[in-house]
C-alpha cells in the first residue's frame, strides 16, 4: 500500500546514496546544524548535491534541506557529509542560548502573574 507523501522506492535512496545508509561516529550534523555552501555546483554533479549548494547559499539548517529535498534525515546527512568531505560545505551548529539566572527568571514570572 503506497503511502502519501512517502518515496516508496527505496532503491532510489539506495542509488543517490551509494548503497551508505549512515554517515558515522563522528557526524558532525543533527537537525539544527546549519549549511552554507562554500562553492557553486558543478556540471556533472550529483543532482541532489547540486540542489545542496544552491540551496545552502545562506546558512540553511540540516531539517530544511531534507524536506526540501523530499528525502529522510538519514539520506540527507550522508549527502552532506560528501559535500563537507569534498570542501564543499561548511557546518556550524546554532549558539546555545544564553544562561539565564533562574532568579531573574522567576521575577520575571511574577512580575507576569502580577499584571
Known sequence: MSRPGRD??????????GGRTSTGPDD??????LVVAESDPVPGM???????????RFPTAVVEIS??????VSITKVLLCDLLAAGRVSARHPRAA???DPDILEQVLVGLRNL
Open 8 to 17: 516508496d522506492a527505496p532503491d532510489r535512496l539506495y542509488t543517490i546514496t
Open 28 to 33: 558532525p550534523f543533527d537537525l539544527v546544524t
Open 46 to 56: 550529483q543532482s541532489e548535491h547540486a540542489a545542496i549548494l544552491r540551496m545552502t
Open 67 to 72: 524536506a526540501e529535498l523530499r528525502l529522510p
Open 98 to 100: 544564553a544562561v539565564y
